[in-house]
Structure formats: structure tokens, C-alpha cells
């Protein structure tokens, strides 16, 4: 985790810190998720995530590179999102960025 500040902020030089943190893309905004074998959707659990966030993937594997294109979000709620993706018979892993 990052640097971040008190919900009503901080003091000069604190700010300044974590405004150049995340100028520099040192954000808390980030995790992994292994999608296992034999399922079909996968439940993606992050208080960080709404019902409006975008979810980007990144591959973490040659398994999950192969298989991006049939990842998608299918729904999404407070605090958890329902991954769709194909059947298969290796675990598939992939880093993800949460945005809004």
C-alpha cells in the first residue's frame, strides 16, 4: 500500500508527498485474482469497487493471456464484481486496476 492521506487532509509537505506518489502512478487502486478451475464466473471481492468502477485486467500468466479475450465483468455491486469467463481446466491469473 501506498502513502495516503487523513480524510481531511494533512499537512503541506504530506500532500505534496502523496500528490507526487500518484503523479508517479503509485496508487491504491490495484490487485490479483486467480480464476480456478471448472468455474465459469468468478466473484471478485474489493471495497473499492462500486457499481460504476472499470475493472482492468492484465495477464499474469501465459494461461490468462490466452484466455483475456473471454474475461468479461458481468455485474458489479458495492464492494464486489461477478467475473464471466470460459471453463477450463488451469488456473488463470491476471493483476487489476480499479478506476472510478
Known sequence: MFRSLPAFGGDQRSVSEVVRGIMDGKTNNTGAITLTQSQTTTTLT???IGPTTVI?????NDKGADELTHLYVSARGQGTATL???NHNFDVKYAYALIG
Not at 482492468?56 to 499474469?60: D, K, Q
Open 84 to 86: 464471466t469467463h470460459r
Open 56 to 60: 482492468l485486467f492484465s495477464p499474469l
Open 46 to 48: 474489493d471495497r473499492r
